[in-house]
């Protein structure tokens, strides 16, 4: 009997204990599943793009400035942006998110990132500011030069020597600020040597000419070793790894949140038959564990619609960038071809005036002094002589073809962006692939520097159909083959035919291809071959966006020989595309 009591109370001890083991993993497991609160991580990615975007803006203001150099010291055009005040406000709200937690990569990453960014604005301060020092001392010498050399040339001065030094004081100067080499320097110093030996009446009126040109000498070449040295500087570099690590650290996370959310269920399961067995005392039990599994996986499933609404505003980002980045060398056209023009309108204007004093004195007939006849005939040829010299007109001539073919570039991208926006503003509408597919190449051009385009379009109707999530479907398709065929280039064939009513479009290209092994994973979520660079959402929205409209996605690729993607769509969708739109 004894022996019986024991065996009873010890089967109940291990029953006890098997018991609490079983909860004891559970809670491990429920744990592991509680959903991440992406907040102050997608806040810490904005943040860290802002910080990108001043890096990108000081080295635009460098660019600026030299393209103002090559412009014969062209001032600004307006305020600049205090890039320096924003980056420290942005870096003390990431310091803040770091110290609450935020990312480990992230509170790793931030001391060298701020060490990075705070040389980078001192640097790009001292620049533009020792820069305009330059420029102002060059305008001076562009603006008095010239008219204290014409005194100094008339014959009643004789100062023929000083009047030869200014002259040259200007274009020499000019060519210095663009250029600050050793010859430039050498040259620009030998004619700031002759005004130190101006006759006596001279010197006072050039000693404003000779402190610009010392200012000129040494500013001008303080400014190209600031910007040696700014070019030289990794603060751009280490915020694309610093984004790079969040969004990789992020991805991880999430997967092992979804990896454990399997186990959960496969524990549960397991778990509700051993509950079975035994008995009724534990179906209480079993009925809040399902609650509770039932309540993770809809935390799991919200996080993972925020992370898809974070895949496609990133999607976004990059295409507004990229957008931004194609506006930024036809402006530059524009930009510089406006600023010659402007600084040889007064040189045309001042021949004109000299050709309109010429000819009053023409019309004035015996009436006019033959000595002020003589005199003006001599400076007005002079004045033209030096415009077919310079070649001014042809040059005026090549400058407004390049403006206007700035501005040709950036109406058709504006064109582009407007047949974008026109598109989105009906949820269901009847829609041009074909027109489509060049809307979304002008948008991802970018993408295809490298890349050769072979498009294949044929005569397509027109299908219904919600046009947003279609050119986000291409958009998906021709981003990943242009990253496919990655910096070395290659081809890349769009192709578009009437098939089985409806439409199919077929995105080609000759790059590595996939693995086999890889080829049946392409369209789960969150999974990527591209090395942290996505999420691995692009596919599987795709696949979802066209089964929505009742149409299919294939792909063929061999190893090698390039990947094949071909997406039929029929010409009128099913009912619950129209109301998932």
């Not at 008095?144 to 100094?152: T, Y």
């Not at 501005?407 to 009847?430: C, E, P, Y």
């Amino acid at each position: 009997m004894k022996m019986s009591v024991r065996r009873a109370v010890l089967h109940n001890a291990l029953l006890a204990a098997a018991g609490l083991a079983l909860m004891l993993a559970l809670a491990v497991l429920y744990l592991k599943t509680e959903a991440v609160d992406l907040r102050e991580r997608t806040e810490a990615q904005t943040l860290l793009r802002a910080l990108r975007d001043i890096d990108s803006g000081w080295d635009f203001d460098v660019l600026r400035d030299m393209l103002r150099a090559q412009s014969a010291g062209e001032s600004p055009g307006g305020p600049a942006f205090d890039r320096a005040s924003a980056a420290r406000k942005i870096m003390v709200e990431l310091n803040a998110k770091a110290a609450r937690g935020a990312s480990p990569a992230l509170r790793a990453g931030l001391p060298e990132l701020d060490r990075a960014l705070s040389q980078k604005a001192l640097l790009a301060a001292e620049y533009l500011a020792v820069s305009e020092w330059a420029r102002t001392a060059l305008q001076t010498l562009l603006k008095d030069a010239p008219a204290l050399a014409a005194e100094a040339a008339d014959p009643r001065s004789r100062a023929p020597a000083l009047a030869a030094a200014l002259a040259g004081l200007a274009p020499a100067a000019a060519q210095y600020y663009a250029a600050p080499q050793p010859p430039q320097r050498t040259r620009l110093e030998t004619l700031a040597a002759q005004l130190d030996q101006a006759p006596a009446p001279w010197r006072e009126r050039t000693a404003q000419l000779r402190s610009a040109t010392q200012s000129l000498l040494k500013n001008a070449a303080n400014a190209q070793a600031l910007y040696a040295n700014l070019r030289l500087l990794t603060s751009g570099p280490r915020l694309d790894t610093l984004i790079s690590s969040v969004g990789q650290e992020l991805e991880e996370t999430l997967q092992d949140k979804e990896r454990f959310r399997v186990y959960l269920i496969s524990y549960a399961g397991a778990l509700l038959v051993l509950l079975a067995y035994l008995g009724a005392r534990l179906r209480s039990a079993n009925t809040t564990l399902e609650r509770r599994v039932d309540e993770r996986t809809r935390e799991l499933q919200e996080s993972e619609t925020q992370l898809i609404q974070s895949e496609k505003m990133s999607a976004l980002g990059q295409m507004v960038s990229g957008v931004a980045h194609e506006l930024n060398t036809p402006l530059a056209y524009v930009k510089h071809s406006l600023g010659t023009v402007a600084a040889k309108l007064p040189q045309i204007a001042a021949t004109l005036g000299h050709c309109e004093q010429m000819m009053a004195l023409l019309h004035a007939g015996a009436q006019a002094d033959g000595e002020e006849l003589r005199r003006q005939y001599a400076v007005t040829d002079e004045h033209l002589a030096r415009l077919h010299r310079q070649r001014v007109l042809p040059e005026l001539t090549g400058l407004v073809k390049d403006g206007l073919y700035g501005s040709s570039q950036m109406a058709q991208i504006a064109s582009g962006l407007t047949d974008f926006s026109r598109l989105d503003r009906s949820k269901v509408a009847s829609y041009d692939l074909n027109e489509g597919l060049d809307s979304t190449l002008l948008l991802a051009r970018h993408l295809l520097k490298a890349v050769a385009l072979d498009k294949r379009y044929g005569e397509i109707p027109a299908l219904m159909c919600a046009p947003s999530q279609v050119n986000q479907v291409l958009l998906n398709l021709i981003t990943n083959a242009a990253q496919a065929l990655g910096e070395g280039g290659g081809i890349l064939t769009l192709t578009t035919r009437s098939a089985a009513g409806g439409v199919a479009v077929e995105v080609a290209d000759n790059g590595p291809g996939i693995a086999p092994d890889v080829l049946p994973k392409i369209y789960d979520p969150f999974f990527s071959t591209k090395d942290g660079k996505g999420l691995g959402l692009g596919l599987a929205i795709s696949y979802k966006i066209v089964q929505l409209h009742g149409g299919r996605i294939d792909v063929k690729s061999e190893p090698g020989k390039g990947t094949q993607f071909t997406v039929w769509l029929p010409l009128t969708p099913p009912a619950r595309a129209t109301e998932t739109a």
